[in-house]
């Protein structure tokens, strides 16, 4: 495997190989740029086939918080973490506090926070060796109602985009994935009226979002095949791709799973079938907003948290306009879009300032 030349290929700064035997902690961070500030990503504990496939899942993840934080207009840049193994029968206090020594010996270059696998629980002993985790019980806490709370404001501008009205009711979206995100996304969604499915490969899961929300419960096998007028992926990435993206019988793809593209220039496909592709790194922005208040000079504001995260509706707007004025996908126009504000800030910031 040619690390180096798979690390240049997504322009990372560093990425830190962890290992503890005692802990059983096998873990991957990775920084793929400060230029706005000090990386901020989640960790990702997942049981990956092979470690390559570990390495290529943290390099995607980590550049996609770049261009993140680079949308929601936060001073951070973009890194993240995944720890491999499962999730439902690995955990400990000693493989997190091992991996919060890691973070700890990074200096604050990386901040780290919880995402696929892990919980506010689990960061609390991440916590007991490092200063640089957000996200705990008692600030932020977990994010997953968040996250979901911009994925239904992203849904509610899709909808106004290609039908002229932002109202979900009536309307039938699909969801993929029925964790933490998912079943909150569904929540917001049948209080506003629409009808909801989900799917999950854990059927505990989808059960208990059938019992509690009385949604629809689906199998996944094929989700993505089911007519819809939203699809929404909130499981793991790579959903997308040049098999699927061909079977899709919806209007709109809108959801909070990360790299749901199976590569770039997939967005392109959906373009070419009339699908409208709110890009991932964007209508998820919701939970890293909610993370970033915590180094608010006031202290966090769940109010304040939920405030910014309405907005996320608008930057999808200004995608949107974008990709119809210059004729390209939307997932190139979420890209002109955080690019835009990565280079203006970079040389904003090249401009010495003396200390004082």
């Known amino acids: 495997m040619e690390v180096f030349r798979r690390v240049e290929g997504y322009g990372h700064e560093q990425v830190v190989f962890c290992r503890n035997d005692e802990a059983g902690l096998r873990a991957i961070i990775a920084i793929h740029s400060t230029a706005l500030g000090p990386a901020l990503g989640g960790c990702r504990?997942?049981?990956?086939?092979?470690?390559?496939?570990?390495?290529?899942?943290?390099?995607?993840?980590?550049?996609?918080?770049?261009?993140?934080?680079?949308?929601?207009?936060?001073?951070?840049?973009?890194?993240?973490?995944?720890?491999?193994?499962?999730?439902?029968?690995?955990?400990?206090?000693?493989?997190?506090?091992?991996?919060?020594?890691?973070?700890?010996?990074?200096?604050?270059?990386?901040y780290t926070a919880e995402d696929v696998g892990l919980g506010p629980e689990d960061l609390e002993f991440v916590a007991q060796e490092t200063d640089y985790v957000l996200g705990l019980s008692e600030t932020s806490g977990d994010p997953s109602p968040v996250t979901a709370w911009g994925v239904f404001h992203g849904i509610q501008a899709s909808l106004e985009e290609v039908f002229?009205?932002?109202?979900?009711?009536?309307?039938?979206v699909v969801i993929q994935g029925a964790g933490h995100v998912g079943y909150h996304l569904a929540k917001y969604l049948k209080e506003a009226g629409a009808r909801v499915s989900i799917a999950d490969i854990f059927p505990d899961k989808a059960e208990k979002a059938q019992k509690d929300l009385g949604v629809e419960v689906l199998p996944p096998e094929d989700i993505h095949r089911v007519p819809c007028d939203v699809f929404a992926p909130c499981a793991l990435g790579g959903v997308l791709n040049e098999k699927t993206i061909p079977e899709l019988n919806c209007k709109i793809v809108a959801g909070?799973?990360?790299?749901?593209?199976?590569?770039?220039?997939?967005?392109?496909?959906l373009r070419q079938r009339g699908i409208l592709y709110a890009p991932d790194f964007v209508i998820n922005g919701g939970g890293v907003i909610n993370v970033a208040e915590e180094m608010h000079p006031e202290g966090y504001s769940r109010e304040r948290a939920?405030?910014?995260?309405?907005?996320?509706?608008?930057?999808?707007?200004?995608?949107?306009?974008?990709?119809?004025?210059?004729?390209?996908?939307?997932?190139?126009?979420?890209?002109?879009?955080?690019?835009?504000?990565?280079?203006?800030?970079?040389?904003?910031?090249?401009?010495?300032?003396?200390?004082?």
Not at 64 to 91: E, H, Q, S
């Open 45 to 110: 504990m997942w049981p990956y086939k092979t470690e390559e496939e570990a390495l290529e899942d943290v390099l995607r993840l980590s550049r996609g918080m770049t261009y993140k934080n680079a949308a929601m207009g936060l001073n951070f840049g973009g890194g993240k973490a995944v720890i491999i193994g499962d999730p439902r029968k690995d955990k400990s206090e000693l493989l997190f506090r091992a991996f919060g020594r890691f973070v700890q010996s990074l200096g604050g270059r990386y």
């Open 164 to 172: 002229g009205d932002p109202s979900p009711k009536g309307r039938h």
């Open 256 to 269: 909070s799973a990360n790299n749901q593209l199976g590569k770039t220039g997939d967005g392109e496909l």
């Open 306 to 356: 939920l405030k910014k995260v309405a907005t996320i509706a608008d930057k999808l707007r200004e995608i949107y306009r974008i990709a119809k004025e210059q004729g390209i996908s939307t997932e190139k126009a979420a890209d002109v879009m955080a690019e835009t504000r990565l280079e203006k800030v970079t040389r904003l910031q090249r401009m010495y300032l003396p200390e004082e």
